[in-house]
């Protein structure tokens, strides 16, 4: 692959990493297929017809890390700065369902996120934060419905109507076990609990979002564009068929799905792929399961700048990569967009890294234009020629995994994982040879790096952490807990959902760990092949 960055011969060959060949120079089609308005069927140029004119894209800005209390104070910093979403990331041991002084947390607890084992921790994590006036973002997948639940409670404590509570729940399990890893359970019983989620929220939480399909974690572990599209619709179809064959509506429950992507440096390719994606979903939702309802066909999405493209070399560089993945994300319509700081190749950000990143949208918003109108790029004959490019290579890679059997299917035999691993495993020999150019890595490269400050983990907080697990745990009424532990473990033989009980298990004391240590026991834990 050449870089599309290098000058390069008119007549020499230049490819984007899904293998779509860029001509030097694109004409009118000789076939132009008419493109409907933004908020019209297929929702190619957008799911509103004005777009951002109308109302801005989200702002969120991820965020967690050593205890509830310092990941609340980062909340309410950023809130008073401008963010209009909170993004909470938590932390290894609490993504795998383990509490933070179970033995097996050691050494993680509030490392990469913030850790939440008991409704103590959440009640800390969003204290002072009015959970009405705000929608939240998880990034959860394995105990989704438990910090769901959690979150629910919370809410309603603080005298919240549950029903009107906005946000999500990642709650996209098939992507753990294709490229992250934070998987508990094994395929199957994952699956129900998702579906689970997507009933119990129909009645509970009608405004919430049940799920978000991400790409994101596949682009990060080296998949191209165009698998980014296909890998995340072909989970999407999966959790679907899962869906209906539980008795639900698509009418009813595909309006609370939505989709998370990354947005990597190639600022055409990445724009067209949200337009090709956006499309795919259309016609995939209405003739394949043949969703009536529009809000079932509009595929709502959240971006987010890519995490890998970053570098611990020349730091600030990112500074750049970052405003410019940001406005592909806008030029291709997303409705929610967080911005990495630029010192995350080498730790969580500090606050002045993420302040940084937010007023980065904020000045694509207020300052650039792209605002202004629907679809900017829209006619772009470039544009326009890669979407539809982009749609046959997604297409493709779609009927690879349907010949599996489907998504969950694809997965369980390893084609998705060794798909992508192969893409990543070209995509740095590119990198190594210089064909691809990473600037400060492998061209322009420095004596020396430039000296940032670093965000330093307080470790006396996970210390304190850890202890208010224990001392929750200790007073504890253990047989009440004992009970609603019992109720669990009795619904996974039944056909009744998993939530209702589980809920009243959190209301009675139990902890994260405890809950999802049942389900452990009952459900038995994937381990890779």
Not at 36 to 44: F, I, L, S
Not at 297 to 318: D, S
Not at 396 to 418: L, N, P
Not at 468 to 484: E, L, Y
Request: charged share 20%; with cysteine.
């Amino acid at each position: 692959m050449t870089s599309t960055s290098a000058p390069v011969a008119a007549n020499q060959q230049v490819t984007t990493d899904s293998g779509i060949e860029i001509e030097p120079v694109y004409h009118a089609s000789d076939e132009p297929v008419p493109l409907a308005d933004p908020g019209e069927y297929p929702y190619t140029r957008g799911i509103h017809p004005t777009m951002y004119r109308s109302r801005r894209w989200t702002m969120r800005q991820y965020a967690g890390f050593s205890s509830a209390e310092e990941s609340n104070r980062r909340y309410r910093l950023l809130m008073r700065r401008g963010t209009t979403g909170l993004s909470v990331a938590f932390d290894l041991p609490t993504q795998l369902g383990l509490d933070s002084d179970d033995p097996r947390a050691f050494g993680e607890v509030g490392r990469v996120g913030v850790a939440i084992s008991t409704l103590d921790d959440m009640r800390r994590l969003f204290a002072d934060i009015d959970l009405t006036a705000v929608t939240t973002s998880m990034t959860i997948n394995a105990p989704a419905a438990l910090l769901l639940l959690m979150y629910q409670i919370v809410a309603e404590e603080q005298g919240a109507d549950a029903a009107k509570l906005g946000g999500t729940i990642q709650n996209d399990i098939l992507k753990e076990y294709a490229a992250r890893g934070t998987y508990i359970y094994p395929p199957r019983p994952s699956m129900r609990l998702v579906t689970d989620t997507f009933a119990y929220c129909a009645e509970h939480l009608p405004s919430w979002n049940t799920i978000s399909v991400s790409g994101y974690h596949m682009r990060e572990a080296g998949c191209s564009a165009a698998q980014e599209i296909a890998f995340t619709l072909a989970n999407a179809i999966a959790y679907v068929e899962a869906a209906l064959e539980a008795g639900l509506s698509v009418n009813d429950f595909a309006p609370r799905m939505s989709f998370f992507f990354a947005a990597h440096s190639n600022l055409f390719e990445e724009a067209a792929k949200f337009r090709a994606a956006r499309r795919m979903w259309a016609t995939i939702a209405r003739e394949r399961f043949g969703a009536t309802n529009p809000k079932a066909l509009m595929m709502r999405f959240h971006t987010q700048t890519g995490g890998v493209t970053l570098t611990a070399q020349q730091p600030l560089n990112n500074v750049v990569r970052v405003a410019y993945q940001a406005l592909s994300a806008v030029l291709g319509g997303t409705q929610s967009l967080h911005t990495n700081g630029y010192d995350e190749a080498l730790a969580i950000p500090t606050e002045e890294a993420a302040t940084l990143a937010l007023r980065t949208q904020q000045i694509l918003a207020e300052e650039t234009g792209v605002a202004a109108t629907a679809d900017p790029l829209a006619g772009s004959y470039f544009v326009e020629a890669l979407t539809d490019a982009l749609e046959v290579k997604a297409r493709q890679w779609i009927e690879q995994v349907e010949e599996q059997g489907g998504a969950v299917a694809a997965i369980e035999r390893g084609f998705v994982q060794s798909a992508i691993a192969d893409n990543a495993y070209h995509r740095e020999l590119a990198r190594s040879s210089g064909d691809e150019i990473v600037v400060g890595v492998n061209r322009h490269v420095e004596d020396e790096d430039v000296s940032i400050e670093l965000h330093k983990i307080d470790r006396a907080a996970v210390d304190r952490q850890v202890e208010r697990v224990r001392s929750f745990k200790a007073a504890q009424d253990r047989d009440s807990v004992r009970r609603a532990l019992a109720e669990v473990d009795a619904t996974v033989d039944a056909a009744a959902n998993l939530l209702p009980p589980m809920k009243r298990a959190l209301e009675r004391g139990a902890t994260l760990g405890q809950i999802a240590g049942t389900l452990r026991d009952r459900f038995g834990e994937h381990r890779a092949g």
